[in-house]
């Protein structure tokens, strides 16, 4: 992804109606150059002040935009902080350490494999080692998931969310099957590589956003030992995968899926089938063909 920059001999890329305010944002219809005060959100790119009068178009603004309260993603992070909070008073969870919580709640192969507890695939997804831990999932959430909610809506959002978590477990599952495995992040992850497609189809730079440099932090930080590489790729590549589906591959190619319905009845059949493989990843460990040999 790269930035737009103005060609030779051109005039520096501002926009139209305030002038101290650069952007590579342009309207989907006249191509006016517009800041974010100035887009407006319509069913189809964005749109200028200009555009949007006198159209039966329906153009979406701050307040009217489906999601743009951002409920689901208050709710997510409500129930992310609550679970975390009852693991410390009624579990031995603490503020630094998840204790067994990981172990009797976790992604974890064994018991999914043993005991058919496929409910961990989606609770792995909400428990959390310490307060730093939840400290960066809840706030690269909150701040990625009330955009995409707007975006997206309600319902789109929410399948997103859910199908880059199961990813995360899928990942947290291919790699490392025997270690219990935790935290929003498989999501969180999910949603970065949505928003980059996002941005990319609007020819927006990540670093023009404020949002580059927290993402790249957190991406070096996956390499870090105890970090779920797995889990944090597994969700990664999902992301990356519906952004493509729901705004193309290029700037200006469009949806790889017009039609909305057909995105979200993917995105469900994604999580769907990445669910079925969770589990034949936690079984894998049994069968002696997928087994590493000592000392191999």
């Not at 030779?8 to 101290?20: M, N, P, R």
């Not at 999601?67 to 009624?90: D, H, K, P």
Request: aromatic share 12%.
């Amino acid at each position: 992804m790269s930035n737009v920059e103005p060609q030779d001999g051109a005039v520096s890329e501002v926009c139209y109606k305030h002038a101290d305010r650069s952007t590579g944002v342009s309207c989907q219809r006249c191509d006016r150059l517009i800041c974010g005060e100035c887009a407006h959100q319509a069913s189809v790119g964005v749109h200028c002040p200009e555009c949007t009068k006198g159209t039966k178009q329906k153009v979406y603004t701050s307040s009217n935009m489906p999601g743009s309260q951002g409920r689901v993603t208050q709710a997510l992070v409500g129930i992310n902080v609550a679970i975390f909070v009852l693991t410390i008073f009624f579990l031995d969870a603490t503020v630094v350490s998840a204790g067994s919580v990981f172990r009797d709640f976790g992604t974890y192969g064994f018991p999914i494999a043993e005991n058919f507890e496929l409910w961990r695939i989606f609770s792995g997804g909400f428990i959390h080692s310490g307060v730093i831990h939840i400290g960066f999932n809840m706030y690269l959430l909150w701040q990625l998931g009330l955009q995409l909610e707007r975006v997206l809506g309600e319902r789109d959002y929410l399948a997103v969310y859910f199908t880059t978590l199961i990813a995360g477990s899928l990942g947290a599952l291919v790699l490392s099957p025997l270690s219990p495995t935790g935290g929003a992040s498989g999501a969180v992850f999910g949603l970065i590589g949505f928003t980059v497609f996002v941005y990319r189809s609007r020819n927006i730079g990540l670093f023009d956003t404020g949002l580059g440099f927290l993402i790249v932090i957190n991406v070096l930080f996956s390499f870090r030992g105890g970090v779920s590489l797995g889990g944090h790729g597994g969700g990664l590549l999902a992301g990356l995968l519906l952004g493509v589906i729901y705004f193309g591959m290029n700037p200006g190619d469009g949806p790889l899926i017009p039609e909305s319905k057909k995105r979200f009845l993917i995105t469900v059949s994604l999580g769907v089938v990445m669910f079925g493989l969770c589990y034949l990843a936690a079984t894998t460990w049994m069968n002696p063909l997928f087994q590493t040999p000592r000392g191999g």
